[in-house]
């Protein structure tokens, strides 16, 4: 038999835009030999219900990510500015509009 | 192992824990026990190779469906549990497992799938019990996993559960259309629950005190419900829904019980699923067989597809879809 370890062909990520106005999220992960195989793939796989107006597909290789695991100091530097926050600031009692 | 080896291995295992008893979600990159990843990849792959397996069972029926409307139903349905297959394979990959590993195991009989799909569909009317009983045990067993502690596979269950509802509606309302039918359609439509009800019971796996993961995995919130807990619920469920479908359950035993608030069932007869797992049911050998066939029958899809976009990029250094791709597309982030 042949083995199917072979024949699976690249994995590539599929983000699926739900409707317009909204951005395309990610929506999982599929095998397909090219990109134009990929794309029709993404449609019957995870738009079978009309869940998106349009697809992307991407090689998973092309992502690019943080880091090997998600917690790591890369995210620390926005851990102790809570003055960016606007419930930081203390207003005045009635003051509207702010 | 070195110290320093050693500490972080601590630190990790305490991090992991802390993220699973807090309700977080572990996601792939994440370090995790080796006794975790390999239980995940073993429970993912029997799931996913259930849902390709379980697609035979049905497809039999679909040249013979009665109508134009029960046909394109149940070709929406089988190609549904394809999709489930694709998603849970997908799922396991993230475990850093190939797809063409695990089918390949599938296909060596050195993984399971649920011994539920080598029971034969003998009649119309089975499409209508697997729907009901069949899809709606699988619910039944599924909603809890969308809270499972590895993201993947918990992301997988909620785009699952939400299909398989149709799925078990569309079962419902045949057998009801059977049942309230002739007297031929509705003695085919108590046949077919007669004999998928008891199956149907042990998809929800052995009684608690002889479950060799179940403790393991609740501790690691993969299972939220004990097996018998879940079979408990599905009991309760199924008896009104049986009332309206005017069938009956074919269990002598079955009865509400006032002083626990719910319903006792007669007693699962475990020797025929033992026989059914060890390959003994009446269709592994066809089910197995013709899913090895399928795939060989496939490769040349898949050589000749591999073929042309070798072909192709070796052609063009151009995107094979280039123009879709916006400059919005650059800014994906
Ligand atoms: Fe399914
Ligand atoms: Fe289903």
């Known amino acids: ?98 | 192992m070195t110290t320093a080896q050693a500490t972080d291995t601590v630190d990790q295992q305490a991090d992991f824990d802390a993220v699973v008893s807090a309700e977080g979600r572990i996601e792939p990159r994440d370090w995790m026990p080796d006794a975790y990843r390999a239980t995940l990849v073993r429970q993912i792959a029997q799931h996913a190779h259930s849902e390709i397996i379980g697609m035979q069972p049905e497809a039999n029926w679909i040249t013979r469906a009665p109508s134009l409307r029960r046909k394109a139903i149940l070709m929406a349905k089988v190609q549904d549990e394809a999709g489930h297959g694709l998603y849970l394979y997908g799922a396991a990959e993230t475990l850093d497992v190939d797809r063409g590993e695990l089918l390949d195991k599938l296909h060596a009989g050195r993984q399971r799938y649920s011994s539920i799909f080598n029971y034969p569909t003998l009649t119309w009317a089975d499409v209508g019990a697997i729907g009901w009983l069949v899809d709606g045990a699988a619910i039944t067993n599924q909603v809890p996993l969308c809270r499972c502690s590895y993201g993947p596979y918990a992301r997988a269950m909620v785009r699952i559960c939400k299909e398989e509802s149709f799925h078990q509606r569309q079962g419902y309302e045949l057998l009801h259309a059977l049942s309230h039918g002739t007297p031929a359609q509705h003695a085919m439509a108590q046949d077919a629950v007669d004999r998928w009800w008891w199956p149907s019971l042990m998809m929800f796996g052995p009684p608690d005190d002889e479950s060799s993961h179940s403790e393991q995995s609740m501790a690691w919130r993969i299972k939220r419900h004990s097996n018998d807990e879940l079979r408990q619920r599905f009991v309760d469920i199924c008896v009104p829904q049986a009332e309206s479908l005017g069938l009956a359950l074919p269990d002598p035993d079955l009865r509400w019980n006032e002083e626990r608030g719910t319903h006792d069932f007669g007693e699962i007869d475990w020797s025929e699923f033992q026989q059914v797992l060890r390959g003994n049911g009446p269709c592994n050998e066809q089910r197995l067989d013709q899913r090895r066939t399928a795939h060989e029958n496939g490769a040349w899809v898949r050589e000749a597809a591999a073929a042309h976009a070798a072909k192709h990029s070796a052609r063009t250094s151009d995107d094979a879809v280039s123009g879709t791709a916006t400059g919005e597309g650059a800014m994906a982030g």
């Open chain 1, 1 to 98: 038999m042949n083995g199917a370890t072979s024949t699976e062909g690249p994995l590539w990520e599929v983000f699926v835009r739900s409707r317009r106005g909204l951005s395309h999220t990610h929506a999982g992960s599929l095998h397909a030999p090219d990109a134009t195989m990929a794309l029709r793939n993404a449609r019957d796989l995870y738009t079978r219900r009309g869940e998106g107006v349009s697809i992307w597909v991407v090689p998973a290789t092309a992502v690019i990510a943080s880091s090997p695991d998600e917690k790591d100091p890369f995210f620390d530097p926005a851990a102790d500015k809570a003055y960016r926050h606007p419930t930081f600031y203390e207003i005045p009692e009635g003051v509207k509009h702010l």
